[in-house]
């Protein structure tokens, strides 16, 4: 009798044994998989858009509506647009997501938000090409951007595509700017007042990195908007008198002007340039003096053509 309820205790301690090991093993791997969260371009990958909520799903991944109510207060309501290589069918380009946010409002102290610093990620080499960028931009702003022959707003409007947000202000954009002729001499003097502003901003990015010991991508990422400004105004001024949507819209294509710089050395740092910006090369591979020495050829041959 006593070995049969030694026996029948035993069963019973070895089940509870089991069951907790087996109850250890299932909470170990849901801990785990909760610590392996997905990356939003895995969330946006997996977005069902024959879900009738898709746009509200892809809001949330992004986190949009939380970041306008925490940072952007003033404003109201705002456009989700998706524009670049992942709304291009069949596009060949590395998987990643682009994204502008057209803020709608009227900001108290009259200040409207022109641009942030883009990327949620510290960094863009090729480890996070697959990451997502993020602009906020006020609507109206942007749309006086656009109207006064910027390449990259224009570019955003012919090609992107609305998320989320009213229809009848994404339309209003293309409507405004579908047909609108661009004069050169305006466009040039815009792109010079551009210029400016990009130097100053490359020179305060360089004295931060150099005195205070602030990231140089950042002086990188300056010095690349200045660059290309300087080659996109030479474009320009080979155009013709009177310029049209798709000659501005060429000028965002930034790969175009490897063929513009003559020498092999200067192309190539360009290039790396260019590449690492777009999180196809590693930041190593162009460093603050290649940054220097492009800005040096170009300007010399952008001085030689005022």
């Not at 790969?255 to 777009?278: A, G, P």
């Given at each position: 009798?006593?070995?049969?309820?030694?026996?029948f205790?035993?069963?019973?301690?070895?089940?509870?044994?089991?069951?907790?090991?087996?109850?250890f093993?299932?909470?170990?791997?849901?801990?785990?998989?909760?610590?392996?969260?997905?990356?939003?371009?895995?969330?946006?990958?997996?977005?069902?858009?024959?879900?009738?909520n898709?746009?509200?799903?892809?809001?949330?991944?992004?986190?949009?509506?939380?970041?306008?109510?925490?940072?952007?207060?003033?404003?109201?309501?705002?456009?989700?647009?998706?524009?670049?290589?992942?709304?291009?069918?069949?596009?060949?380009?590395?998987?990643?997501?682009?994204f502008?946010?057209?803020?709608?409002?009227?900001?108290?102290?009259?200040?409207?938000?022109?641009?942030?610093?883009?990327?949620?990620?510290?960094?863009?080499?090729?480890?996070?090409?697959?990451?997502?960028d993020?602009?906020?931009?006020?609507?109206?702003?942007?749309?006086?951007?656009?109207?006064?022959?910027?390449?990259?707003?224009?570019s955003?409007?012919?090609?992107?595509k609305l998320?989320?947000?009213?229809?009848g202000?994404?339309?209003?954009?293309?409507?405004?700017?579908?047909?609108?002729?661009?004069?050169?001499d305006?466009?040039?003097?815009?792109?010079?007042?551009?210029?400016?502003?990009?130097?100053?901003?490359?020179?305060?990015?360089?004295?931060e990195?150099?005195?205070?010991?602030?990231?140089?991508?950042?002086?990188?990422?300056?010095?690349?908007?200045?660059?290309?400004?300087?080659?996109?105004?030479?474009?320009?001024?080979?155009?013709?008198?009177?310029?049209?949507?798709?000659?501005?819209i060429?000028l965002?294509?930034?790969r175009?002007?490897?063929?513009?710089?003559?020498?092999?050395?200067?192309?190539?740092?360009?290039?790396?340039?260019?590449?690492?910006?777009?999180?196809?090369?590693?930041?190593?591979?162009?460093?603050?003096?290649?940054?220097?020495?492009?800005?040096?050829?170009?300007?010399?041959?952008?001085?030689?053509?005022?």
């Amino acid at each position: 009798m006593f070995e049969q309820i030694k026996v029948f205790f035993m069963k019973i301690w070895n089940e509870l044994i089991i069951t907790i090991i087996i109850g250890f093993f299932i909470r170990s791997l849901k801990k785990s998989k909760e610590l392996v969260k997905p990356t939003i371009n895995e969330l946006l990958n997996n977005t069902d858009y024959n879900s009738k909520n898709w746009k509200e799903e892809i809001d949330k991944v992004l986190e949009i509506k939380t970041t306008v109510e925490r940072h952007f207060p003033e404003y109201k309501d705002y456009l989700l647009i998706q524009y670049g290589s992942s709304v291009i069918p069949d596009n060949k380009l590395p998987s990643d997501y682009d994204f502008i946010v057209l803020l709608l409002g009227y900001p108290i102290e009259g200040n409207r938000y022109m641009h942030n610093k883009g990327t949620i990620s510290d960094e863009s080499n090729e480890t996070n090409k697959d990451q997502v960028d993020i602009v906020f931009r006020d609507y109206l702003s942007f749309l006086f951007a656009a109207s006064a022959g910027m390449p990259y707003e224009n570019s955003v409007i012919y090609n992107g595509k609305l998320v989320k947000g009213h229809q009848g202000y994404f339309q209003w954009l293309k409507n405004i700017t579908k047909n609108i002729l661009f004069d050169k001499d305006f466009l040039i003097r815009r792109f010079k007042e551009k210029i400016i502003a990009e130097k100053q901003e490359f020179h305060k990015c360089l004295k931060e990195c150099e005195e205070f010991g602030h990231d140089e991508y950042y002086v990188i990422r300056a010095g690349y908007y200045y660059i290309t400004s300087i080659l996109q105004l030479r474009r320009i001024q080979n155009f013709e008198k009177v310029i049209t949507q798709n000659q501005v819209i060429e000028l965002s294509k930034v790969r175009s002007f490897y063929e513009d710089i003559l020498d092999d050395n200067i192309r190539n740092k360009y290039e790396q340039l260019v590449e690492n910006l777009k999180r196809n090369n590693t930041l190593d591979l162009i460093s603050i003096d290649d940054i220097k020495e492009v800005l040096l050829y170009i300007g010399e041959e952008y001085d030689k053509n005022k």
